[in-house]
């Protein structure tokens, strides 16, 4: 976890995330068919220059041989808080109804 946080906030350690993804609790049991990451707002991409949930779905799709990425299925239609500062209620409460699936999907 704090790892992650790192990575999201300016350590330069993006060459470990693939052994982190490979080698962790996060990688899937099984074969994804797609991956879909979370966008972020625009505001955390400036900041970051980066969205960290594609570059841990490149790195999962890598590793199984796949580019079943989908970068622009979800868009983002309200603002939330950093969700690291929340408890699980407040997490999910925060992002309610954030997010819509693209049409062309």
């Given at each position: 976890?704090?790892?992650?946080?790192?990575?999201?906030?300016?350590?330069?350690?993006?060459?470990?995330?693939?052994?982190?993804?490979?080698?962790?609790?996060?990688?899937?049991?099984?074969?994804?068919?797609?991956?879909?990451?979370?966008?972020?707002?625009?505001?955390?991409?400036?900041?970051?220059g980066f969205n960290l949930a594609v570059v841990i779905a490149k790195?999962?799709?890598?590793?199984f041989f796949s580019n079943a990425l989908f970068i622009e299925a979800?868009?983002?239609?309200?603002?939330?808080?950093?969700?690291?500062?929340?408890?699980?209620?407040?997490?999910?409460?925060?992002?309610?109804?954030?997010?819509?699936?693209?049409?062309?999907?």
């Amino acid at each position: 976890r704090k790892l992650l946080h790192q990575g999201k906030y300016g350590a330069k350690i993006f060459q470990i995330y693939d052994d982190l993804v490979f080698h962790s609790k996060f990688m899937p049991p099984i074969r994804p068919e797609i991956v879909v990451p979370v966008p972020i707002t625009k505001s955390r991409l400036t900041q970051r220059g980066f969205n960290l949930a594609v570059v841990i779905a490149k790195s999962v799709l890598k590793h199984f041989f796949s580019n079943a990425l989908f970068i622009e299925a979800l868009i983002r239609v309200k603002e939330t808080l950093p969700q690291h500062e929340l408890n699980l209620h407040e997490r999910r409460a925060n992002v309610h109804d954030a997010f819509k699936l693209q049409t062309m999907y």
